[in-house]
């Protein structure tokens, strides 16, 4: 006989909080994370300012689709300019 076949929604989560509450190693915070109990910590920019596009850069040329390939396809994607 199915030993499941009679429990209840609760009965699974006292499972789940009996397997939850060991201690195991896997789930523990690696020793290089953490902190001492006071530390702050601030969020910074991870990325060097150069990687930034600013308001007074101008943007890059986008050469003519006809330059690089005579007749291509236009973009069913693209808003259509005459409307």
């Given at each position: 006989m199915d030993p499941n076949i009679n429990k209840n929604s609760a009965d699974?989560?006292?499972e789940r909080y009996k397997l939850l509450k060991e201690y195991r190693p896997e789930n523990d915070i690696p020793g290089d994370d953490l902190l001492p109990h006071d530390t702050?910590?601030?969020q910074g920019i991870?990325?060097?300012n150069?990687?930034?596009v600013s308001e007074d850069d101008p943007l890059?040329?986008?050469p003519d689709a006809d330059a690089i390939q005579k007749d291509s396809p236009i973009d069913p994607a693209a808003p259509d300019?005459?409307?």
């Open positions: 699974f989560e006292y702050r910590i601030v991870s990325e060097p150069d990687a930034f890059p040329d986008v300019f005459d409307e």
